[in-house]
Nanobody, 127 residues
Framework: QVQLVQSGGGLVQAGGALRLSCAGS????????MGWFRQSSGTEREVVAA????????GASGSVLGRFAISRDNAKNIVVLQIHNLKPEDTAVYYC????????????????????WGQGTHVTVSS
């Protein structure tokens, strides 16, 4: 059983940057494919970035493309979502997710693919 503990988030001005972390608690996440999702009020949870075991990141299309970056640091047992040029529409609760990796190169963008979820962290972007 993997427990994911998130940190980061908060209130930030538009145009700013933010770093969200997701740590594996009591369990290495090095062999897991990881993802970051977000959910704003009244909307479905959507993927913003996904990462295979050996890298190979994918970002969602549209407004997040080029502004969101996912990476992992296996030595620290964390996965990081770096967000640049934040916009008010990025306001949401952000969740990290993990699932056992079937191989080194496959990443997953669907919610149903993931078995474990972090507790969520609020990001509010003011204009």
């Amino acid at each position: 059983q993997v427990q994911l503990v998130q940190s980061g988030g908060g209130l930030v001005q538009a145009g700013g940057a933010l770093r969200l972390s997701c740590a594996g608690s009591d369990h290495s996440i090095a062999n897991y494919a990881m993802g970051w999702f977000r959910q704003s009020s009244g909307t479905e949870r959507e993927v913003v970035a996904a990462l295979a075991k050996a890298g190979g990141a994918a970002g969602a299309s549209g407004s997040v493309l080029g502004r969101f970056a996912i990476s992992r640091d296996n030595a620290k047992n964390i996965v990081v979502l770096q967000i640049h040029n934040l916009k008010p529409e990025d306001t949401a609760v952000y969740y990290c997710a993990a699932r056992p990796a079937p191989n080194d190169h496959t990443y997953f963008t669907g919610m149903d693919a993931y078995s474990y979820w972090g507790q969520g962290t609020h990001v509010t972007v003011s204009s």
